[in-house]
């Protein structure tokens, strides 16, 4: 009898530890599932975060980077958007030094080039001279020459550019898009009423202003300007096209279909 009480016992204990695992298994598994839900919201809240709204903001010219990444990054971009005022001050001036020596004082390139290298070599000859009396030791002239990579690195990205243009210029003259057709057109016809107000140095010494002022003034006020230009986008999309159901639509769909039909 009591071999038997000790089965049933042990029967019992087993059952009840069984029970205890099954219980813990279904808690382990709530937990898990709640865990889970909560991650699928976290994921759900990261995907409805301000930072994916933030880049569905509109930005223009469909850019994702910055401003700083869109000119080519390093120095170059640092001087256009001022990151160091001295410098970009000092690029300015002595661009506009350029323009008002050989545009407003009608100074030629080939005199300039002639003048500043005779007066560098008197300087530099009275002063090996007049060491020579005051037994002192002539100035070491430095050794100058121009590195071969970065003329190599301008004229790559220069071929590239220009091969890009040539096959944007190719499509369109292909006629496959009439928007950057009709918007080249406008542009060059634009282009060329400036280039007859302004010779080629003053419109070069624009287009550098120009860079020096526009970009850092973007990056400063970046969401109201994109803001402006998204709504003016739109209304000239609007006007484009009230403009092709009227005309455009009529000329493409003209005699010439109907004729074909016939």
């Not at 042990?10 to 099954?22: G, L, N, R, T």
């Not at 860079?211 to 709504?231: G, N």
């Amino acid at each position: 009898m009591a071999e038997h009480s000790e089965i049933s016992d042990s029967k019992d204990e087993s059952f009840m530890e069984k029970i205890a695992e099954k219980l813990h298994g279904d808690d382990s598994s709530s937990s898990s599932s709640s865990s889970s839900d909560s991650d699928s919201d976290s994921e759900k809240k990261s995907t409805s975060s301000p930072s994916s709204m933030k880049s569905k903001i509109f930005r223009m010219f469909g850019r994702e980077k910055p401003v700083h990444k869109v000119l080519g990054g390093g120095k170059p971009a640092d001087i256009f958007l001022w990151r160091n005022k001295k410098i970009s001050a000092g690029v300015l001036v002595g661009a506009t030094a350029i323009w008002v020596l050989f545009e407003l004082l009608e100074y030629h390139l080939l005199t300039l080039v002639c003048h500043v290298l005779i007066l560098s070599l008197a300087i530099l000859f009275l002063w090996s001279n007049v060491t020579k009396f005051i037994n002192k030791s002539p100035p070491s002239i430095p050794e100058v020459y121009l590195p071969e990579e970065p003329f190599l690195q301008v004229a790559s990205a220069l071929r590239i550019e220009i091969n890009r243009a040539l096959g944007m210029l190719r499509d369109i003259a292909a006629g496959r898009d009439l928007k950057k057709f009709l918007g080249i057109v406008v542009g060059l016809w634009v282009l060329s009423v400036v280039g007859s107000c302004c010779n080629t140095l003053t419109l070069f010494y624009i287009a550098f202003v120009l860079l020096h002022t526009l970009p850092v003034l973007y990056e400063k006020y970046e969401d109201q300007v994109d803001s402006f230009v998204e709504r003016a986008i739109i209304e000239i999309k609007m006007q484009y096209a009230k403009f092709d159901e009227k005309v455009l639509s009529k000329i493409l769909r003209g005699p010439l279909k109907d004729k074909k039909r016939d």
